[in-house]
């Protein structure tokens, strides 16, 4: 059995991994690669395998770094079988053509910019149609715990990665030997999803490292932080932003909100769920409470339930998002991007981000070189999409809400897998090398750090 790095590899973007066994070829996510310039290039690249060469595709989640080049990989020759659970199958239908709609929008504008220069833009990566070619080719969606013969003498199961709904840890059984993938680790006691499961007895694991050298704060300190940040801004006649990721932490800030709600914490204000793409994914988590940890899932067989409780507004066209901007106060509003790079959060910072009486919470991670980061790292005026913004409002950060396990969870799942070979994957390389000697300190494995287009035998 052999395993080709083809992405996550000392990057936490563009997870793909190619296994060779059985005389089959199967792929484990097919992700796009996200930040930096020289990482987005890679999105444009050949793959480093040929497409029609491959048997099958299985995605851990429906995250765009692991399912993101999913139409990409279709245009370019596979037409093999795409295997995930229902809810990463129905997730991934709405974040793929998501995706193709902002890359044809991007490249309408860069064309258009690149014509006045006389010289030519790059063409989308993909558009619709290829994300409806690449949709008629997901095929059965296995359960938890199941045992599904995917290719030749290939097995493969699913088990509960308690990342997002619908994540899983993927495990392959082929040749007599066991290969397991962390996909991305959910964190412990998160709203709505399980905790992860313990991992199968393996040969040989690929584990995240996402935060493999830091330890998360506690989401009751979060909670607490959120709620203050409500009670201060619509305590004192002001509108609060909270820019937010479309898929799970918007769910989950939902779910907080109306924990808080239900126990008489939130002072009298509207909710808005400001984006046609988390509506989406809302609707999506409402159809599948089975999947919900015991506690989501008796909170969701009341009514109200955390998707549906009076203050709560979804806004979905344009001109009910416009219309937010007639409040002066009294307005929690949830809407995307998380990191302020685009979408309608911009809209309510322009009207919101001068007033004192305001604030923004952020719930995620702002990268380097966000709109979302430079608020976070204190400007005092900062460009709105072209105009200037004196920030006045209150600025709160709150990273609990993470959906990723730290390095203690991280190390604990990997003792519990007990397996001799451990490659590290999906990580920058400082929770990659904080991992590798946690690991070797606490365990006595040497973990190897996965090389991009690296081959190993397992
Ligand atoms: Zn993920």
Not at 313 to 318: A, G, K, M, V
Request: net charge negative; aromatic share 8%; proline share 5%.
């Amino acid at each position: 059995m052999h395993v080709t790095f083809c992405g996550a590899a000392e990057t936490v973007t563009g997870s793909c991994h190619l296994i060779e066994a059985s005389g089959k070829r199967i792929l484990v996510d097919c992700g796009m690669f996200q930040g930096e310039r020289s990482l987005r290039q890679r999105n444009r690249e050949p793959f480093p395998f040929e497409p029609s060469s491959i048997d099958c595709l299985v995605l851990s989640h429906a995250h765009l770094d692991h399912c993101g080049l999913v139409p990409k990989l279709v245009r370019d020759g596979f037409r093999g079988e795409i295997l995930c659970t229902p809810p990463t199958a129905e997730i991934a239908r709405v974040i793929l053509a998501d995706s193709a709609h902002i890359q044809v929008e991007d490249a309408a504008y860069r064309a258009r910019k690149a014509r006045r220069r006389g010289e030519r833009a790059e063409p989308p990566i993909y558009d619709m149609g290829d994300v409806l070619d690449a949709v008629s080719l997901f095929g059965r969606q296995p359960g938890y715990a199941e045992v599904t013969r995917i290719a030749g003498e290939v097995d493969l199961v699913l088990h509960d990665a308690g990342h997002i709904l619908g994540s899983s840890i993927v495990e392959l059984r082929a040749e007599g030997k066991t290969l397991v993938f962390s996909g991305d680790l959910g964190n412990l006691h998160q709203p709505i999803v399980q905790d992860p499961s313990s991992p199968p007895a393996a040969d040989a694991v690929l584990i995240e490292s996402t935060y493999g050298d830091r330890r998360h704060k506690t989401i009751e300190d979060s909670v607490g932080e959120l709620r203050e940040a409500i009670q201060t801004v619509i305590g004192r006649g002001g509108n609060l932003l909270i820019p937010s990721f479309a898929l799970e932490r918007t769910q989950e800030v939902l779910y907080e909100i109306f924990l808080m709600w239900r126990k008489r914490e939130l002072p009298a204000c509207a909710i808005y769920l400001d984006s046609p793409l988390a509506i989406a994914t809302t609707r999506i988590f409402a159809r599948y409470p089975d999947w919900f940890d015991a506690e989501g899932q008796a909170l969701f067989a009341t009514d109200p339930n955390p998707f549906s409780f009076p203050p709560l507004r979804f806004s979905q066209t344009t001109d009910e998002s416009k219309r937010i901007n007639a409040k002066s106060g009294g307005a929690v509003i949830i809407a995307g991007s998380g990191m302020c790079s685009g979408g309608r959060i911009i809209h309510h910072l322009r009207h919101n981000l001068w007033n004192d009486r305001c604030g923004i919470v952020f719930v995620g991670y702002q990268a380097a070189g966000t709109l979302g980061r430079r608020i976070v790292d204190g400007a005092d005026r900062v460009n709105v999409f072209g105009e200037e913004v004196s920030v006045r409002a209150s600025v709160w950060t709150v990273n609990g809400f993470s959906s990723h396990a730290d390095q203690p969870i991280l190390v604990d799942w990997l003792r519990r897998a007990g397996a001799p070979k451990v490659f590290l994957v999906h990580g920058e390389l400082s929770g990659l090398q904080g991992l590798a000697s946690r690991v070797k300190q606490d365990l006595g494995l040497d973990a190897r750090i996965a090389r991009w287009k690296e081959t190993v035998e397992i």
